[in-house]
């Protein structure tokens, strides 16, 4: 069923912008498997390239992917959703790691797109999307342009590390969110709780010690999901990731 909504969602969005995608599950053939939000979840933009096996365009652009997926993995990830232009099968294991190996591709997460989930109207084609609301800000064969977008979303929005929070953890703790670190949260530090779409959850401006170190008590019950916390203190800022199951 995710497949054939994001099947309609990516004809429907053919030529649009803004429009959120729904989630879908992919997995290489290491079997390693992704999901479209678990990668906008880690703060980073999603940027997802339709290549057809058998398309000279998209073949004179894969080194060129990979190099700027590489350059800049630290807040973009890269995924390579394998076709072919001119016939209708699927491109098989063999095929995509020959692909993966004469363009060098090892930061790219490359899939067979079985289901042409990513194919409109031929390949090249290009998506872009924002990990603070998981829209799609891109969406076209332009190579160039598919970059810059990347880039400009990257700088704007991408979760800051900050050394100062090397080694703060964020997780559930019963009914509240325990913070783990080795350094102190100054009295006027300011936490914000986003859901994957970029809407704000919750905000606290006040700490409770714990055993862990500090506290986030919820006035509300949240869903099972991927969260955002932004953290802000000292000057510094950090963004962590928090999975709430319930």
């Known amino acids: 069923m995710k497949k054939i909504l ?4 990516i004809t429907f ?28 979840a880690s703060g980073k933009v999603l940027m997802i390239a339709s290549k057809g096996l058998d398309c000279s365009i998209c073949m004179s652009h894969a080194s060129g992917f990979e190099s700027f997926i ?7 990830a890269g995924w390579g ?22 363009y060098g591709w090892n930061q790219i997460f490359s899939f067979a797109d079985s289901n042409k989930d990513f194919l409109v109207s ?22 160039n342009t598919a970059q810059q977008t990347a880039l400009q979303y990257a700088s704007s929005i991408s979760i800051k590390e900050e050394s100062y929070f090397e080694d703060l953890k964020v997780f559930r703790q019963n009914e509240a969110i325990a913070l783990k670190t080795s350094v102190s949260i100054a009295n006027n530090s300011l936490a914000i709780l ?26 509300k019950n949240l869903n099972s999901g ?10 510094k800022e950090v963004t962590k990731k928090l999975v709430w199951a319930n």
């Open 122 to 143: 031929g390949t090249p084609r290009y998506y872009v999307v924002n990990p603070a609301d998981s829209t799609v800000v891109y969406n076209g064969g332009n190579f």
């Open 13 to 40: 969005v053919f030529g649009l912008s803004a429009q959120k995608i729904p989630n879908a599950s992919y997995t290489d053939c290491n079997g390693n498997t992704q999901d479209i939000y678990s990668v906008l």
């Open 70 to 76: 590489d350059q800049n993995k630290a807040t973009i």
């Open 81 to 102: 959703a394998m076709v072919f232009n001119y016939k209708t099968d699927v491109p098989t294991c063999s095929e995509i790691t020959s692909w993966n190996t004469t």
């Open 6 to 9: 994001l099947s309609i969602f």
């Open 226 to 235: 991927v969260y955002l916390l932004r953290l802000t203190s000292n000057g």
């Open 194 to 219: 986003y859901n994957i779409t970029g809407q704000k959850e919750q905000v606290w401006s006040e700490f409770e010690a714990s055993s862990s170190g500090y506290k986030l008590s919820l006035n």
